[in-house]
């Protein structure tokens, strides 16, 4: 590795042209800075990124999870690319199964055009949705902007939060991630201000461009309130075969956060070929009193490794975590949650409802810590799978770790399977099998469905019928 | 309506029914019964379409179509309802929004449009009014924790939203107590209608003091082996069926 990254370093190392569009393969410091140059960032950025990487090169890539695949080589992936994709002309160009997909989702032309890259020719509609929104939130004192904006615009807020949730060394992705990340939201909500509108439509044009190792970072000063949707319902079918996002959400006193995310990358063919690996790092800290909601919709990504978090740090803080994840074919999740209770009176609860069908692997794995000064901390978890065929399977890991004899810990755990005599029953009434799936489907994750906003909730419902199409034989 | 000739099935190997005839008109109501093991529910299950059982010989018209090369769900959308003996729950489906779909389903079907919210709202009020049925009933969870007689009535709303052609209530009278019986029976009557018939299988003669046949039939060993009026009903109730089973056995 040390010879190999030598000879790289000579071959593109201090010479390289930083001004073309996309950089050499390969990970160096060189690399790390021209990155941080071509982004025109502010020289304590490069030097914290600089400190990312040299962590990241001491660390090895994590073994412990539920998962099988063939390691990225971190050498042959370019770090930097314009994240401009191809431009098509039309619609007529972009790949009809996808268009099919959005059709099902309910997706305007508008949005169509934007998320299959297509050039747009009525910008001035997103123009104005996108002027009319900041201006909405300017008047309030709401930042919400790109990250890489946040650093030259803000640099004090980024300065005081940044990787104070999700340090530079926390784990091998988040290490790659604080070294390299491409883009990705900032968003400051000021004391006592009540965000008035769910930051969704504007982040989902803000998204269309970012890249792979994207990183957002999510205040919440003292009493305010935010709610902040990611991710695009559409299979954006990126090129991009890793994926290690961090995000950060800071809930200080009295604050809320609510923080939900529909995520549909590319799951692979129906033979496992291809696909994303996602490896994301999230995580909020909880001031005294304050709340963290993590609601979460994955269907898509080959392998999934992802454990939004809260750090329950202030006394009477809030943290809970709302999670649907359906694997198909022969997709793998490991995901979970931690819910690390610091301060008095902490209540936590977690919602996980796991689906697996196919040749897939669903694992959930928890953790609830209870430290010592956790007087009366609370946490309820349930976590319930269902198996859809024989060739599927479905995994519980759950840790608990009290060092609080105050704490009240519950655990539940179902594992069901979609019955003949359920939709046969169904089929009695006039209900073909597809359609019986579904509403089964979304009759399990109900709870967690609930928990998304409006009209999110209705996009999720149907990409959970979509994933599973063709999945009962 | 209905007609049923020679039909046999099998259940993994194993031959239920061997040979039965049956013709049901508009307007009818017929009553199978038989001891356990007859063959009853299999009869049920088998013009309902369940891909568990296999029709080896014979043949099941609804007004002269063949159901042979029917899905369960073509079968429904033509009118055919199973009124379960033994309801599946669905957890987190409540009753409104199953029915909302099975009748979209139907109407989908039928080249129909969706029914309006209204409409279906009107629909359920008038039905679960008809039936007894508090309305806070209609957002639970599909027979998620519903009594024996919640659930039986439940099936007897759906029949009533659905309205079907051809009705089977398979031992709809199982663990039921006698008020609960008398729901659910009264509300089977008030859809009785000159346009559709009503199979009812039950074990007991029970039921049919509610719900009045026109037609009793045996079913004994795959086999339908007496037929008659209500009186037959009270000649089993009194005799019970150690005699058919004599009778029968000796032809073994």
């Not at chain 1, 104005?128 to 930042?143: C, H, P, R, Y």
């Not at chain 1, 065929?389 to 009240?408: D, L, Q, R, V, W």
């Not at chain 1, 594992?415 to 359609?435: A, H």
């Not at chain 2, 014979?58 to 002269?64: A, M, N, T, W």
Request: proline fraction near 3%.
């Amino acid at each position: 590795m040390k010879i190999e990254l030598e000879t790289k370093e000579y071959e593109y190392g201090f010479y390289t042209d930083i001004e073309s569009e996309t950089f050499p393969v390969g990970l160096n410091e060189d690399i790390v800075r021209a990155i941080s140059r071509k982004k025109e960032e502010p020289e304590w950025m490069t030097e914290w990124r600089i400190e990312a990487f040299r962590a990241w090169q001491q660390m090895e890539e994590p073994e412990w999870a539920n998962v099988q695949y063939e390691k990225p080589d971190f050498q042959a992936i370019s770090y930097y690319s314009a994240p401009k994709k191809k431009q098509l002309n039309s619609l007529d160009e972009v790949d009809p199964e996808l268009l099919e997909t959005f059709k099902k989702l309910g997706i305007s032309i508008e949005e169509q055009k934007k998320l299959s890259g297509v050039a747009m020719d009525i910008v001035v509609d997103s123009v104005s949705v996108a002027t009319t929104f900041k201006q909405t939130l300017a008047e309030k004192g709401i930042i919400f902007c790109p990250i890489s904006e946040a650093i030259k615009e803000h640099p004090d807020l980024v300065r005081k939060y940044l990787g104070t949730v999700v340090p530079q060394r926390d784990n091998f992705y988040a290490a790659l991630n604080s070294a390299v990340f491409s883009d990705g939201s900032f968003c400051y909500i000021p004391k006592g201000v009540r965000c008035p509108m769910e930051l969704s439509t504007y982040f989902r044009i803000n998204q269309a461009g970012t890249g792979q190792f994207e990183r957002t970072l999510v205040i919440a000063d003292e009493g305010s309130y935010v709610s902040y949707l990611e991710g695009c319902t559409a299979p954006s079918r990126d090129e991009n075969q890793l994926h290690a996002a961090v995000v950060e959400l800071v809930a200080l006193d009295n604050a809320e956060i609510k923080y939900s995310t529909v995520q549909n990358w590319y799951p692979g063919d129906k033979n496992g070929q291809g696909g994303v690996y996602n490896f994301v790092t999230k995580r909020g800290l909880c001031e005294t009193n304050a709340k963290i909601s993590w609601t979460q919709v994955e269907t898509g990504s080959a392998i999934t490794w992802k454990y939004p978090s809260c750090v329950l740090k202030g006394d009477n803080s809030v943290g809970e975590f709302y999670s649907i994840a359906v694997t198909n074919n022969h997709q793998q999740a490991d995901t979970g949650t931690k819910m690390i209770h610091l301060g008095k009176n902490t209540k936590s609860t977690i919602i996980s409802k796991g689906i697996s069908a196919g040749k897939s692997n669903n694992s959930y794995r928890g953790l609830v810590q209870i430290g010592a000064r956790a007087e009366n901390a609370r946490n309820f978890s349930q976590c319930d799978s269902l198996l859809m065929g024989n060739n599927c399977g479905a995994h519980t890991f759950p840790y608990i770790e009290s060092k609080n004899p105050t704490a009240k810990i519950e655990h539940e755990a179902t594992t069901s399977k979609i019955g003949e005599d359920q939709v046969f029953y169904c089929n009695q009434r006039g209900i073909p099998t597809e359609k019986a799936i579904a509403l089964i489907v979304n009759g399990f994750s109900k709870d967690v469905l609930n928990k998304l906003p409006m009209e999110f909730a209705v996009e999720a419902q149907k990409l959970l019928e979509i994933s599973l199409e063709g999945s009962v034989g | 309506m209905l007609k049923i000739t020679n039909l046999h099935a099998e259940v993994e190997g194993k031959d239920i029914l061997k040979g039965i005839d049956l013709v049901v008109n508009a307007g009818e109501v017929h009553a199978i019964m038989g001891p356990n093991g007859s063959g009853k529910s299999t009869l049920s299950a088998v013009i309902a379409g369940n891909e568990h059982y296999e029709v080896t010989d014979g043949s099941i018209e609804l007004d002269g179509e063949d159901l042979a090369e029917l899905s369960p769900e073509e079968r429904a959308h033509r009118g055919i309802f199973l009124s379960f003996q033994y309801p599946v729950e669905i957890p987190g489906v409540s009753v409104t929004n199953f029915m909302k779909t099975a009748i979209n389903e139907s109407r989908k079907a039928k080249g129909l449009e969706e029914m309006p919210a209204n409409e279906m709202l009107k629909l359920i009020r008038e039905k679960s009014e008809l039936l007894e049925i508090d309305r806070k009933f209609m957002s639970r969870s599909l027979n998620e924790g519903f009594s024996g007689g919640e659930k039986k009535r439940n099936e007897i709303f759906q029949m009533a939203m659905l309205d079907p052609k051809l009705a089977i209530l398979d031992e709809t009278d199982s663990g039921l107590d006698i008020d609960a019986l008398r729901i659910v029976a009264n509300g089977v009557n008030k859809l009785r209608s000159d346009k559709n018939a009503i199979i009812v299988i039950t074990h007991y003669q029970r039921l049919l003091d509610y719900i009045v046949p026109d037609y009793v039939h045996v079913l004994y060993n795959g086999r339908i082996v007496k037929s008659g009026t209500k009186e037959l009903a009270y000649e089993l109730e009194e005799k019970g069926y150690d005699w058919i089973k004599s009778a029968h056995s000796e032809v073994m």
